[in-house]
């Protein structure tokens, strides 16, 4: 494992010191979510709290919750030891991601060989999509290993469905919800399942056990939805980003024509910037738009569905997708061409290795981080990064593909000669 995690965070670090060199967080005169979270963090760091870090360069001090405050709160760390330039919160995005080597090799020891574990490993080290978002400090790469540890306490609750193993599986998913907003799905996807469909519990238990993870989950959630709560003009609870998310998704331009599936600013007419309100009255406004507009077109809503899934899935105008990672997200472009084509075969290698996993234990959880991943884009829009739990899925089913195929198809291996030993030897050994 530790062979795996130098090698992850060399590949990440390499990536960061060299390709994005003279590449800056930002072109001049815009604002984006990478600058957000490198500023938030400066800002948490030098004791301002979670404040809006583009108003204060503007020289007024507002709250945030544009996102949850995990990541921001990861770098922080980093900047309150002097460690806050852009180089350090990429080295320090791509040392967190790298982390997820740990929970996948004990995830596939488990249930398989420490070969299926260290293929995944060293493919987890290697593989774009899991390292195409580090060098651009998003919270995809705290995410990331995060997502790994939860498909390790949620198969280790459906083996021991345990009151301890369900605590386990529901902080590493509250952090999850505390880094980013979509993990919270998985409490809906993953948990709640995986006790309520058990066949090893009562009917009894399986509402206990749901009943203590909720609680549970509340109390961890708890100081930051109060204080968003006590903050804001709307009731935010988690973040204010779900309104400016769904605005930038569902417009005319969205919904037909080149950017079918995906985003555009047009979206964003002016009309939801009220006057003297705060984030959460500004998403609020965002988000009546929005829905306003998906119910108004909810015939459309169908294939605009799948076609965001066909672009994070790389189904859907692959090519153009590699423009807008290159251009609007600012990824190096050959990185995501390579990126793409490693997807491609993984995505298919993923296919047989579900097969195989479903032999020796329940497909839920994996099927779970995948789905919510979809279930993202579906709801907002099609970018490659939000793909990157699926992504992890994918990377690890095909582990488990690539093992099976050289157990079956691989040179046979010897067996170790066993040496002849006489009674007279056992009785001396004490068996």
């Not at 990824?331 to 993923?350: E, F, N, T």
């Not at 789905?371 to 884009?377: G, I, K, P, R």
């Not at 690539?402 to 050994?429: K, N, Q």
């Amino acid at each position: 494992m530790v062979f795996a995690f130098v090698l992850a965070v060399a590949v990440r670090w390499i990536v960061a010191l060299r390709g994005y060199r003279d590449i800056p967080l930002v072109e001049p005169g815009t604002i984006n979510d990478n600058l957000y979270y490198h500023l938030s963090a400066n800002l948490l760091a030098d004791g301002r709290g979670f404040v809006n870090p583009f108003s204060f360069l503007e020289g007024t001090i507002e709250p945030t919750a544009a996102h949850p405050p995990g990541f921001t709160v990861y770098l922080s760390i980093w900047s309150f030891l002097g460690l806050d330039t852009v180089t350090w919160h990429r080295l320090a995005g791509g040392l967190v991601s790298a982390s997820v080597v740990f929970p996948i090799g004990l995830l596939l020891r488990r249930y398989f060989t420490v070969r299926t574990a260290g293929i995944a490993m060293v493919g987890a080290a290697l593989y774009p999509p899991l390292w195409l978002n580090d060098a651009l400090i998003l919270s995809e790469s705290m995410y990331i290993p995060l997502a790994g540890w939860a498909l390790v306490f949620a198969h280790r609750a459906h083996d021991d469905p345990s009151v301890r193993r369900v605590v386990e599986l529901t902080i590493v998913l509250s952090l999850g919800a505390l880094t980013r907003s979509e993990p919270f799905l998985m409490f809906f996807l993953l948990l709640t399942p995986l006790l309520m469909t058990h066949p090893a519990l009562s009917w009894r238990r399986r509402i206990a056990l749901t009943t203590l993870a909720a609680g549970l989950a509340m109390v961890i959630l708890a100081p930051w939805v109060a204080r968003n709560l006590a903050t804001f003009e709307e009731p935010t609870y988690l973040a204010v980003g779900p309104g400016y998310v769904l605005e930038l998704g569902n417009c005319d331009e969205t919904y037909s024509g080149e950017l079918l599936g995906y985003w555009s600013a047009a979206c964003d007419d002016g009309s939801t910037w009220p006057d003297g309100a705060d984030e959460s009255g500004i998403g609020a406004a965002k988000y009546a738009k929005a829905t306003d507009y998906i119910g108004d077109h909810l015939d459309e809503v169908p294939k605009v569905m799948a076609a965001r899934v066909g672009r994070i899935l790389g189904l859907y105008r692959p090519l153009q997708g590699i423009d807008f990672d290159t251009f609007f997200e600012r990824r190096i472009r050959r990185h995501v061409q390579v990126g793409l084509l490693a997807h491609y075969a993984v995505m298919s290698a993923a296919v047989v290795g579900a097969f195989v996993w479903r032999r020796h234990t329940t497909l839920l959880p994996l099927a779970a981080v995948a789905a919510t991943s979809l279930a993202t884009a579906a709801i907002t829009f099609g970018i490659t990064r939000y793909r990157v739990g699926a992504d992890l899925v994918f990377l690890v089913l095909a582990a488990v593909a690539l093992d099976h195929l050289i157990d079956r198809y691989g040179p046979p291996v010897a067996a170790a000669a066993t040496p002849d030993i006489g009674v007279d030897e056992l009785e001396e050994a004490g068996v």
